[in-house]
């Protein structure tokens, strides 16, 4: 391991490791996460190759890290509704108008008057009303969808989970990057609805 040059890996126990994360943590807390998490693959793999026998980089302290907000402008989610006009466009605006949490836009159901969905956070029912503006959203979307359908599901009709979900958002991503955009996340979306609706309150 990179990170203990001079130490055989059976010899690395869960202290050694918890030290130099502390050490990182003061410089690089967020390099030091990706490092213990790059560690703790690499004992996986050792110990299925019988290398090693005990995995030190599980269980151990690594700080918690904020959602890296930025605010996207307009122009920007334009390009990106350019880039992707397909999929990834309609799906940046929708959750650009609704101002939702990934979890809640995957589970949010469609009707013709009104948005249904039970908030993870609250496990509480809420609804959104229907627009014409966010009906043609959802027809980008999904153009064939039915009363009761999940709105954002996969190409098999299946819903998506987080991993699926960002797996596809950031091949649309590259796309945008690809063309001289700056990246910015699904979470950046939910933040620009709160700051644009501050302004214009």
């Known amino acids: 391991v990179a990170a203990f040059p001079n130490v055989a890996a059976h010899l690395i126990a869960p202290h050694n490791v918890q030290e130099y994360l502390y050490r990182r943590i003061k410089t690089s807390p967020r390099r030091a996460?990706?490092?213990?998490?790059?560690?703790?693959q690499i004992y996986r793999w050792g110990i299925r190759f019988g290398y090693v026998s005990i995995n030190p980089a599980i269980?151990?302290?690594?700080?918690?890290?904020?959602?890296?907000?930025?605010?996207?402008?307009?122009?920007?989610?334009?390009?990106?509704v350019e880039q992707n006009p397909e999929w990834g466009g309609p799906v940046g605006l929708f959750a650009y108008a609704i101002g939702q949490r990934l979890s809640d836009v995957l589970a949010l159901q469609y009707h013709p008057d009104v948005l249904v969905f039970?908030?993870?956070?609250?496990?509480?029912?809420?609804?959104?009303?229907?627009?014409?503006?966010?009906?043609?959203?959802?027809?980008?979307?999904n153009p064939s969808i039915q009363d009761g359908e999940l709105i954002v599901k996969n190409a098999n009709g299946e819903p998506y989970n987080r991993h699926t979900f960002g797996h596809r958002w950031r091949r649309c991503m590259d796309k945008f990057i690809a063309a001289g955009g700056e990246r910015f996340t699904f979470h950046d979306l939910k933040a620009k609805f709160v700051t644009d609706s501050q302004t214009l309150g």
């Open 59 to 80: 269980d151990l302290y690594t700080p918690p890290e904020k959602p890296r907000d930025r605010y996207v402008t307009h122009e920007e989610l334009a390009e990106f």
């Open 118 to 141: 039970r908030t993870q956070k609250t496990s509480k029912r809420a609804s959104i009303r229907m627009t014409p503006y966010l009906k043609s959203l959802i027809e980008g979307i």
């Open 33 to 40: 996460k990706m490092e213990y998490t790059t560690m703790s």
